[in-house]
């Protein structure tokens, strides 16, 4: 695929499906198989449990992912003492997850392996980290969980491919467009305003902000509590309490709702505002209230913008039906904008 090229250019990649068995593992495995180990030095692991040779919920086959000799890769106690592979033991972490520890290894020769590794977007943080400081990895690749975008939150990870196919519906056009509005979420343009770090350090809250003087102030709790409204106004230096200023932001630290959003489309001042999330992770809405905000004269910005580098499909879905490769790939492209490969027809 022309973007193995193109992934050379990050140090870090999600590879994240939009349902089970859109194809994540074969795309896994395709990457895998086409860097140039001799060039770089891959890492791989997975934010939830993947490479197992049986799907737990259909009882169905699944792709084992396979390693080549070189790459590093950490997985759980458990599953490292299932592997078939010849490896050499590198790190054993002190944290425990709830497989067991963390064992980071090399592989000394190709085979399979099932990967359970970190468990939360922090830990995820510092794998990378460590793998990158201590073992000289050029290039770290997070295995996403079902329906779990997360991995790929810029936070974490610098570039992401996406996975989607028959699984997730088996009406085309159903698929295209649902699939279309999460690659346009991952589009969102990132905002040119700064946001003050003390604002941007919140771990929750929506709030009023102000990007020239960078005062804030408190709007809602959070998301879900949007009877709860707060008083009061901050500033960057001290914090302490000022006149109100002319707000020209809301800055959402945690998820951004439906219900948040009709409610900000509602206030004739709110809906002038440019609303500003961390990175389209945080974004839950359906297309039809994203509509009417941008349609009212909304705008969505991001602090971080992900780069989405390919999206594959999976034609076929679980229960064997399929779609149409050809024109799945060429009317998905066409609505976005993006090459759309066939991972089990490409190569």
């Not at 996403?144 to 056009?173: D, K, Q, V, Y």
């Not at 990175?279 to 905000?293: H, M, Q, S, V």
């Not at 999206?311 to 229960?319: D, R």
């Amino acid at each position: 695929m022309p973007f193995i090229q193109e992934l050379l250019k990050y140090r870090s990649l999600s590879i994240v499906g939009l349902e089970k068995n859109t194809g994540k593992t074969e795309c896994l495995n395709y990457v895998l198989d086409r860097l140039p180990l001799d060039k770089i030095r891959v890492g791989v692991s997975s934010i939830g449990l993947d490479g197992e040779r049986t799907d737990q919920v259909t009882r169905s086959s699944k792709p084992e992912i396979i390693l080549r000799e070189g790459v590093l890769f950490t997985t759980s106690e458990k599953h490292y003492k299932q592997r078939r592979i010849i490896s050499e033991l590198i790190e054993v972490e002190d944290q425990h997850t709830s497989l067991g520890r963390l064992i980071t290894a090399r592989a000394v020769s190709s085979g399979k392996v099932m990967l359970s590794g970190p468990p939360s977007s922090q830990s995820l943080r510092r794998w990378i980290d460590r793998l990158k400081t201590n073992y000289n990895v050029d290039l770290c690749i997070i295995d996403g969980a079902l329906s779990r975008l997360s991995p790929a939150s810029p936070a974490i990870s610098e570039a992401m491919i996406l996975a989607t196919g028959a699984a997730l519906s088996m009406s085309i056009n159903e698929l295209i467009n649902k699939t279309a509005f999460t690659v346009e979420l991952i589009g969102i343009e990132k905002s040119k305003k700064k946001i003050s770090d003390l604002l941007a350090e919140k771990p929750s809250g929506v709030w009023n902000y102000n990007s020239l003087n960078r005062n804030f102030s408190p709007l809602y709790e959070s998301a879900f509590t949007l009877e709860r409204e707060f008083n009061g106004v901050g500033n960057e230096g001290d914090h302490k309490k000022s006149a109100q200023s002319e707000f020209d932001t809301i800055f959402i630290s945690g998820a951004l709702t439906d219900r948040l959003l009709k409610k900000l489309s509602l206030g004739k001042r709110e809906i002038t505002k440019e609303v500003v999330v961390r990175d389209f992770t945080k974004i839950f809405i359906t297309p039809l209230t994203y509509r009417n905000f941008i349609k009212r004269g909304g705008k969505i910005s991001v602090l971080q913008r992900s780069n989405l580098i390919a999206v594959c499909v999976n034609p076929v879905s679980p229960n064997g039906y399929s779609l149409d490769s050809n024109m799945l790939c060429k009317e998905l492209e066409a609505k976005i904008g993006l090459p759309v490969y066939d991972i089990f027809n490409y190569n």
